[in-house]
């Protein structure tokens, strides 16, 4: 359509007073001017050509029919800032219907109307003008310049406000859905790089961009730098380094200082928004070319403090999983990690087959910890820590097993127990304290075979644990023997608890005579654990078992109870002088009831309490003399007499010998084993020397040989015990043998 014919009367509207300025134009207002009558088209355009708004001048769309507009409007859309529209076209109310298909059918809201008449008298009832969201009704004759300036202002600023308002409505939708699907994401990298991708499509710009955090708020790092959470495009290699390996003076810069402004930076070229919760902080670095304009800006500040809980909750997530998995003194690897990692290289085939674990024991640190203090004791942790940093660099894994067990992965070229012990060769420097350290080692091979990391921890811990008694070397490597051992030991403990409960047990009684006249003066009570093929399983075996999974404890009470209703058995046959010896383990002295229990269990059973020995081992009394020394200092009192058994094997000091209130001493059976014709035994000998200084009666254990017995009758010794008298029998045979003992 040509305008050309109305171009001179320009003129009719110069002396009009302008509000225009051509300056600073940035785009352009769509007018769509729909009228019938050409000349209204031009006389329009002319009157409002140099009309500039907010910056904007005017662009003009014609349209000459109510068909015509609407097929423009359909296309162009929200982007229609006003519609001046002619009422009386091809219909009466031509105008009305575009007006109302519009806004009823094609939802169109944001353009302005304007409605024009020629006839005055010819305006639309009130109730039209509201349906259709109808800004002006103006007769022609009426639209002066001034006039109809004015109305396009105030209808254009209505139009950008409701523009703005609706923008601002997707905006806050969009807000919503994206922080939405932020609160989904728990790990810091993705929801770093949600960030970008949100505030990119939030702002509707293409934005390259980075999330920088400070250390110590997310990352487990002990400095305070600005580390690069997140990243789009060509930032994304930098994700986890530092803010300065990007080597961007622009982002370096302007991050730093909105983290320590603590607010959002709005530049021409690019933006930093500053996102904090709880102490979390971080800023995002948008390059957007362009500044981000008001209405932006104030969506943005919406988003991110939408967000901001988000950010807290993976911090916090990632918190929980690095306590989860990093030791929170040495920031290694945790137990849980270290399985995780052997994990991958026990499923591994292609573990090379050089590849091996090792569990490292610092030797008494129970000892720093007590002694030093607990700071001592971490500073000696880190200390260690570091110098296995140092020896090992990145070849070697390294993680913090459990209190002072540290775990290697690496290869035997590395990790052998020639460089461990040299590791440990200097003293460590503890805080103060420089303190010489050992340590034990336990290895495993990685033999290629697939396995998992928990068993594999579990091999090298029984290598450590054999170590640790290891009297040659401090170091052990793993073998599938050792683990049969073990599985052995659980299954007895298992089946031996099985079996007590079952009452399956026995107590057998070995006579113990007097060796002038060889009557017999007592018994020892034995325990006997019958097996299925008829057997026994010897009490050397699983007495041990039983003390070390505490189950002697129980067992022992039972072998007590036993003894006394047996003894009072005797007594009631008329047997009312045999004392009865009992074998009385470490555990049951640790146990806080064991002297009241066997207080009651004698008295219950009515036995005089002298006729009760307790015996114990030397090597008892020397592990926590303390404890047994007042236990049986106590039960001495109450009247059982107490002795010591095997003696001579064990490393009494004489000091404790002193303090315990003995009655007998028991000369272990390898020195009467000693004891050959002709030859002399000198052991025996100062053992009944020594009872005899301490006012103890002694007695010989395991007396196989005639010339045992009259050899330790003639050194002085009081009593005997062994296989020449009698084997350990069941209650019944006792009586018998008793009974022939008499005739
Ligand atoms: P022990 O207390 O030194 O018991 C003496 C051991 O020597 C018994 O072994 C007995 O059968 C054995 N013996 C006795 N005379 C001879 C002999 O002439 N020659 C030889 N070769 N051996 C002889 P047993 O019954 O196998 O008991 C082994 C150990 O098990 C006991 O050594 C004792 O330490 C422990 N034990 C047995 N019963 C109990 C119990 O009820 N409680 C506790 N805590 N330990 C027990
Ligand atoms: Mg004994
Ligand atoms: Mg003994």
Not at 338 to 352: M, P, Q, R, V, Y
Not at 628 to 639: P, T, Y
Request: charged letters at 25%; glycine letters at 6%.
């Amino acid at each position: 359509m040509s305008s050309n014919k109305y171009d001179n009367d320009e003129l009719i509207f110069l002396s009009e007073d302008t509000h225009s300025s051509t300056a600073n134009v940035s785009g352009r207002w769509n007018v769509l001017v729909v009228d019938d009558d050409e000349e209204i088209h031009a006389v329009t355009r002319l009157a409002l050509s140099d009309l500039v708004v907010n910056d904007k001048v005017l662009h003009f769309i014609h349209a000459y029919s109510g068909d015509e507009a609407l097929k423009i409007i359909a296309e162009m859309g929200s982007s229609i800032a006003i519609i001046l529209l002619d009422v009386v076209m091809e219909a009466d109310d031509a105008g009305l219907t575009v007006a109302k298909k519009m806004r009823e059918e094609m939802k169109i809201l944001e353009p302005r109307i304007i409605l024009r008449t020629g006839q005055p008298g010819y305006a639309p009832e009130e109730q039209v003008i509201k349906d259709y969201d109808i800004n002006d009704y103006k007769t022609k004759t009426e639209l002066t310049r001034s006039k109809l300036v004015t109305t396009i202002i105030a209808s254009l600023r209505s139009y950008q406000q409701i523009l703005s308002i609706n923008q601002s409505r997707k905006g806050l939708q969009q807000i919503i859905t994206s922080a939405a699907n932020l609160m989904e994401e728990h790990s810091v990298r993705n929801f770093c790089e949600g960030v970008v991708t949100q505030i990119s499509s939030l702002i509707g710009l293409e934005t390259g961009g980075v999330v920088c955090a400070k250390a110590g708020s997310v990352l487990d790092k002990d400095d305070d730098g600005v580390y690069v959470l997140g990243a789009a495009g060509e930032f994304a290699p930098y994700i986890n380094k530092k803010l300065e390996s990007l080597h961007n003076e622009r982002i370096v810069k302007y991050v730093t200082s909105c983290l320590q402004l603590k607010k959002h930076i709005f530049e021409n070229e690019f933006s930093v928004l500053y996102l904090s919760s709880s102490g979390y902080e971080a800023a995002v670095f948008l390059q957007v070319g362009r500044g981000i304009s008001v209405v932006d800006q104030q969506l943005l500040e919406v988003f991110l403090s939408s967000i901001s809980i988000g950010y807290e909750n993976v911090n916090l997530f990632h918190q929980l999983r690095t306590a989860a998995f990093k030791d929170w003194l040495t920031k290694l690897p945790n137990r849980s990690e270290f399985i995780n990692l052997l994990d991958e290289c026990g499923a591994t085939k292609s573990s090379s087959e050089k590849a091996l674990v090792a569990l490292i024991d610092i030797n008494h640190f129970a000892d720093i910890n007590d002694g030093l203090g607990q700071e001592a004791g971490n500073n000696t942790l880190l200390a260690v820590t570091k110098r296995l940093e140092e020896t090992f660099s990145d070849k070697v894994e390294i993680g913090r097993i459990g209190s002072d067990v540290f775990g290697l992965i690496g290869e035997e070229a590395d990790v052998n127990p020639q460089i461990l012990n040299q590791m440990f060769a200097a003293p460590f420097k503890a805080g103060e304290h420089t303190l010489p350290l050992s340590a034990c080692f336990g290895f495993c091979r990685l033999q290629g075979v697939p396995q998992t990391g928990i068993n594999i921890l579990k091999q090298t811990n029984i290598a450590l644990n054999i170590a640790k008694k290891n009297l040659k070397a401090n170091f052990e490597y793993y073998a599938p023997e050792m683990e049969q051992e073990t599985t052995w030991r659980l299954d007895m403990i298992r089946q031996l608890t099985r079996d007590f409960d079952a009452k399956k047990l026995q107590l057998w009684y070995q006579p113990q005579v007097d060796l002038v006249t060889e009557k017999i003066v007592g018994m020892e009570a034995l325990l006997r654990w019958p097996t299925s093929d008829g057997g026994f399983v010897s009490p050397a075996v699983f007495v041990p078992l039983a003390e070390y999974s505490g189950q002697i404890i129980d067992i022992g009470i039972w072998v007590l109870e036993e003894s006394c209703r047996q003894l009072s058995a005797l007594s009631k046959l008329g047997y009312t002088s045999l004392r009865m010896a009992v074998n009385i383990s470490m555990p049951q002295f640790r146990d806080p009831n064991f002297i009241d229990t066997v207080k009651n269990i004698i008295t219950e059973h009515a036995v005089a309490p002298d006729r009760i020995e307790l015996e114990i081992t030397e090597s008892v009394v020397m592990d926590e003399p303390q404890i047994v020394i007042e236990a049986l200092s106590e039960l001495k009192q109450f009247g059982v007499k107490v002795a010591v058994d095997d003696f001579g094997t064990g490393f009494s000091s004489m000091s404790y010998l002193q303090k315990l209130p003995l009655d007998r001493l028991k000369v272990d059976r390898s020195f009467i084993n000693e004891i050959t014709p002709g030859k002399a035994a000198f052991i025996a000998e100062t053992i009944v020397t020594l009872g005899n200084r301490l006012g103890l009666s002694t007695i010989a254990e395991g007396v196989e040989k005639r010339e045992q017995a009259s050899y330790m009758l003639k050194l002085g010794c009081d009593e005997a015990q062994g296989f020449l008298f009698a084997k350990p029998m069941p209650f019944e045979q006792l009586l018998e043998f008793l009974a022939s003992q008499e005739s």
